[in-house]
């Protein structure tokens, strides 16, 4: 058997590779008492960091200038509002609907409903009250009233009259197209690469070059040139003074985008031409002096990016480059069997890895798939506070290994900053870095790297490029993920909100509650509780599950249909057919009719039931010939012809065509 093709190839039989097989689905409560083992810390320990987050968070709130334009929105528009839901659904949709017609319902429907009045003066941010008055006239334009609700046509020729449709559309779309371009440093790579130089003096950057999943060959190639352009463009512009790979900007590589077929279901295929691709953007970034990182995605596609980067990581031609770094999901239940296995690959190769230790930004499409998949668990976790004990306890096992991997901390809550300067002291380990996303995080940033009496920290900011197309699903991503209640972003400015709250610990949090998970998120299979059972699948990454299949069992149990008429519709002419043609009962068969001594009436009555039978019998094998020719080459080229004149062929074609009732009714 080929390597590529056993599932146990993606992953070695190892300690490691059997801990990430395992927690897949593993159960939550006991997963998160073994990583709460791992990061315990005595009460003094606690409280000091609690403090010197606290610290951070007050300055913060006291400096309500430094707080950007788009977190301020956020924390206005959190997804706890109706007018958050309402901007959430229009963010989503508005910029890929290509016609007209359809883009002036969503916004009459959205936009009508929001009380935009009420959020008008609540802030003190320009952006937020401009786009709250934006927002505010657009409802009141679209707003239906009561009495008009009875006769649309009216409603509708009086709100054409008023601003007209092209007007409101337009400013909608590009409201929606300026509040994506907060999150992005520029359009194309040379436009980010400059803003990057004037606007973010003394941070680091980490280019991501906008665009999902490829779904065709063509965009694999187009996102591949994209990357090639990239990887030049920064290579020229960073500072030839800097010689440590890891203080130099770096790339961050979709492999999705890469491949159309990027899934375990095709592992051969994508390790056959995706290896390849990816290691020649290696080897570039390489001659260029930049670093690059493999992005994390969905939880399906974990196993088979770490295989990916494994043997990215043993090529000849990368020996003793350590700017090939991969990137941590701590939501994941296998974040900390990653964590470990990552370790024990940079040991094995004798090179100290990047690796980018994030929350997640995949929760609710990892929830829903695996409801829909009918799953026995979840990949990842369903409290917030238990991604964050999960957080913790990837960056202690990173801190730990520092010898082999350069910890890299994205993340924008104040106490797990303070956890992790705090570890990386008691551990004598100052080479690490922290990043934050564009646009987000800033005035927290700006007080942490701000702070004297103790050592500066290094921060890069992680950097979107791209056009407004590609924007959309990054904007969904951010606002989902910043826009909920429960995000430190959108809390951090909010002065209803407890500093105690913001900054207490997460372990103690989740000790409360016996480290349950959320009660208001049930198993997939009891979604439907109690009326009835979800139905149980299977998800093609899960590699255990498919070891319960035995080795000899098919790859398909669906019975194929066999027969003469099975194989003359397929156009097969094979012995098998003509033998079943030939087994046919007699009766079943064109026989003349009888010729015993019987009446003239009779013996023609049974000549025209005989001819009815033969002309539906041979209307039915000319169905069947034309079927099968028509599924051979020989028909297209025109070589098919029937034995009798082309007039005569015609008739029977048609004959041999299903009709229509009254056609069938006029023969008959």
Same mark, same amino acid.
């Given at each position: ?13 190892? $300690? ?59 924390? @206005? ?5 109706? $007018? ?62 009561? $009495? ?34 907060? &999150?992005?440093?520029?359009? +194309? ?23 999902? #999943? ?18 030049? /463009?920064? %290579? ?11 203080? =130099?900007? !770096? ?16 592992? #051969? ?16 970034? *390489? ?41 941590? @999901? ?27 230790? /994030? ?5 609710? +499409? ?80 700006? $007080? ?18 791209? %056009? ?8 969904? *991503? ?9 995000? &430190? ?13 913001? /900054? ?33 699948? /299977? ?73 009815? *039978? ?17 599924? !051979? ?17 015609? =008739? ?17």
């Amino acid at each position: 058997m080929n390597p590529i093709d056993d599932a146990r190839a993606l992953l070695p039989d190892a $300690e490691a590779g059997s801990a990430i097989r395992d927690a897949f689905l593993a159960d939550e409560r006991t997963t998160l008492a073994a990583l709460a083992t791992q990061i315990s810390l005595g009460d003094d320990a606690v409280r000091g960091i609690e403090a010197h987050a606290r610290g951070w968070v007050e300055a913060v709130r006291a400096d309500r200038q430094a707080q950007g334009g788009i977190e301020s929105f956020l924390q @206005q528009y959190d997804l706890s509002t109706p $007018e958050g839901v309402l901007l959430m659904c229009v963010a989503e949709a508005l910029l890929r609907i290509p016609d007209a017609a359809t883009a002036d319902a969503l916004i009459r429907d959205k936009l009508s409903r929001g009380d935009w009045d009420r959020h008008l003066g609540a802030s003190d941010s320009l952006l937020v009250n401009a786009s709250t008055w934006g927002l505010m006239l657009t409802g009141r334009l679209t707003r239906v009233e009561r $009495e008009d609700a009875r006769d649309p046509r009216a409603w509708y020729e009086r709100f054409v009259a008023r601003a007209g449709e092209p007007v409101v559309r337009v400013a909608v779309r590009q409201a929606m197209k300026l509040m994506a371009e907060q &999150f992005v440093l520029g359009r +194309t790579i040379d436009e980010a690469v400059e803003r990057a130089r004037r606007e973010q003096g003394g941070y680091r950057q980490s280019y991501d070059m906008l665009g999902e #999943a490829a779904v065709t060959a063509a965009d694999a190639s187009r996102y591949l040139d994209a990357y090639r352009n990239a990887i030049a /463009v920064i %290579g020229a512009a960073a500072d030839p003074a800097e010689t440590s790979v890891f203080a =130099r900007p !770096s790339i961050s590589v979709k492999l999705s985008a890469l491949h159309p077929r990027y899934e375990y279901a095709q592992r #051969a295929r994508v390790l056959a031409e995706l290896v390849p691709a990816v290691l020649a953007l290696a080897r570039e970034a *390489r001659a260029r002096g930049i670093g690059m990182t493999i992005d994390a995605e969905e939880a399906e596609r974990l196993e088979l990016s770490l295989e990916l980067f494994a043997r990215l990581r043993r090529d000849s031609t990368l020996d003793g480059w350590n700017g090939l770094g991969l990137a941590v @999901q701590a939501y994941q239940k296998r974040a900390r069997a990653v964590a470990g296995y990552v370790v024990g690959l940079a040991r094995q190769t004798k090179t100290r890895v990047p690796v980018r230790l /994030v929350k997640g930004a995949y929760w609710d +499409t990892e929830i829903k798939r695996a409801q829909v998949q009918g799953l026995a668990g979840y990949p990842v976790f369903t409290r917030k506070a238990h991604t964050d004990v999960s957080y913790l306890a990837c960056a202690h096992a990173l801190l730990e290994a520092a010898d082999a991997v350069y910890p890299m901390f994205a993340t924008h809550n104040a106490h797990t900053i303070a956890w992790v300067r705090a570890r990386a002291a008691a551990l004598g380990v100052a080479d690490v870095e922290f990043q934050r996303l564009h646009g987000m995080g800033d005035a927290l940033y700006r $007080e942490v790297l701000a702070e004297r009496g103790r050592p500066r920290v290094a921060c890069r900011v992680y950097a979107p490029v791209g %056009g407004h197309r590609e924007l959309l699903p990054y904007l969904v *991503r951010r606002l989902l993920e910043n826009g909920a209640n429960t995000s &430190f972003v959108n809390r951090i400015g909010d002065p209803g909100i407890e500093i105690d709250d913001l /900054v207490a610990d997460p372990l103690a949090r989740a000790r409360t509650w016996d480290f349950a998970p959320a009660a208001r998120i049930p198993l997939p299979r009891d979604i439907f509780a109690p009326e009835r059972k979800n139905s149980e699948g /299977v998800s093609l990454a899960d590699q255990p599950a498919h070891e319960v299949r035995p080795p000899d069992a098919p790859h398909c149990s669906i019975a194929r249909p066999t027969g003469w008429r099975t194989a003359v519709a397929t156009g097969l002419r094979c012995s098998r057919a003509k033998r079943a043609r030939r087994e046919r009962p007699r009766s079943r068969r064109c026989a003349r009719p009888p010729t015993s001594a019987v009446t003239t009436r009779r013996r023609r009555a049974c000549a025209s039931t005989h001819r009815s *039978r033969c002309r539906r019998r041979r209307a039915r094998r000319t169905r069947w010939r034309y079927a099968a020719a028509a599924c !051979s080459p020989a028909f297209r080229r025109g070589i098919f012809r029937s034995r009798s004149s082309p007039a005569r062929s015609r =008739r029977r074609w048609r004959r041999a065509t299903p009709s229509s009732p009254s056609r069938r009714n006029r023969r008959r």
